[in-house]
């Protein structure tokens, strides 16, 4: 009989994937099974490829399993897997119902473990710019429960467990708002308490509503605040005016999609939702490698190695590892690399380029090259390149006198994108897609045909990073509204900023 597993209980806070614990990443990277509750940011399920993903929502609408059964199906999982994460939203331990499903598992035998999380009840008022305490406000925060149990019979009472002075935090305090004052009221607060609502705390998507207990729920209909939310009410609100942040980032409100290799780096992504914008990665480019030519081997016959992406520096470090190879290989050979991005490969091996371009551009390139070592001519150059690569690279070089030897690397696809991925970026309804190379463009025209290219661009625009992907942008039928004029990812993201702050009218 299989040994009984482990349970975790992981607290994956609020929303920000940044707020998980490196305790609940590494749970999350050595997990087997992972039962996940339906707030929980995706970019957390990407930390753990290898576990089997079963969804538990207990979202409104949507098909649910009841406490209970939820309570059997972990330990069911733990008699199949030794590993299993419960991956809840906030902390499992705050209004999260992890108490219950620890008691069900110890009283069935199953050993577990505990990684909290940063509870909704602190990282909502905080990115709204509302300390739950401060000296010279609130000494005490008080955290209540605005949801009545479906079991529960009568009138909502949370009035006794508040106290007259300090702040209060009330989860999910949407659906019973009105009776959620009233208890405020009970308790002995005014109706002049400054008072917040944070719809979506701590996410892209989040707002605040302001106004005082008088007032609120007035505000929450005008706004149309739905859940998940919550009311924060004490003098502590105040200070929103003086320390809001997170709602002051430029790119807050705009909703932006950004085509991408498939399951390749989300930095530009990263970058994006850092500065305040809601991201939808969608996939257009399928990458696979190619066998190299027998006579690629040895490379310290090369006078240069010349690096244009990032797959191809990961070519070049396969095929080391394919062939029991490491550093020393490349003794003597000089490494041109376009951008940071091809650069980090390299570097996360120990290698570091002699030389970098910078603009997304073959003359670039070409110009870099030059200026390090005008005597190209007789000179080998490697260039580990996609199959659909433009020729002016290598004709650029050659007419110097280099002597380039090109190697097709690796292949670009268009991925398998199934109809309801199309949906969700139609649904999502982005105000920008970003290309960064003519590719992305023209494989997104490609993946979602004509009738959902046509529905996309009547709300959003392009931002490309140089002017060749501006040609394949305006080809299938977008407005290019932001470009950089150097041809980097972070000139690209200002130009992005730019673009933003134009719209905002700032």
Known sequence: MMAMGTVYLVGAGPGDPGLLTLRG???????DVVLYDGLVDEALLRLCP??????????????????AELNALLVEQARRHGHVVRLKGGDPFVFGRGGEEAEHLA????PFDVAPGVTAGIAAPAYAGIPVTHRDMASSVTFVTGHRDPDEQGEL???RNIPPEGAVVVYMAVGNLDQVVEALYEAGRAGDTPAALVEWGATPKQRTVTGTLATIGAAAREHEVRPPAV???????RLREHIAWYEQRPLVGKRIV?????????RLGDRLTALGAEVLAFPTIAVSPVEPPADVLPLGRYGWLVLTSVNGSRAILDLLD??????RALAGVRICVLGEATALPLKERGLRPDLMATQQSSQDVARTLLAADPGLAGKRLLLPRSDIAPPDLPELLRAHGAEVFEWVAYRTTPPTVSPEQCDALLAFDPNLVVFTSASTARNLSAIVGRERMDRLRVTASSAVIGPSTARAALAVGMTVTAQPAVHTLPALVDAIVAWATDASGH
């Open 231 to 237: 009311l924060i009410a004490g003098e502590v609100v």
């Open 258 to 266: 950004v085509t991408r290799s498939e399951g390749r780096d989300t």
């Open 50 to 67: 290898q576990a089997e993903l079963i969804n538990v929502s207990k979202r409104p609408g949507a098909e649910r399993l009841t406490q």
């Open 25 to 31: 990443r590494e749970l999350l990277e050595q997990a």
């Open 157 to 159: 009472r949370i009035a």
């Open 322 to 327: 394919v062939h029991g190879l490491d550093a």
């Open 107 to 110: 009283a069935h035998g199953v």
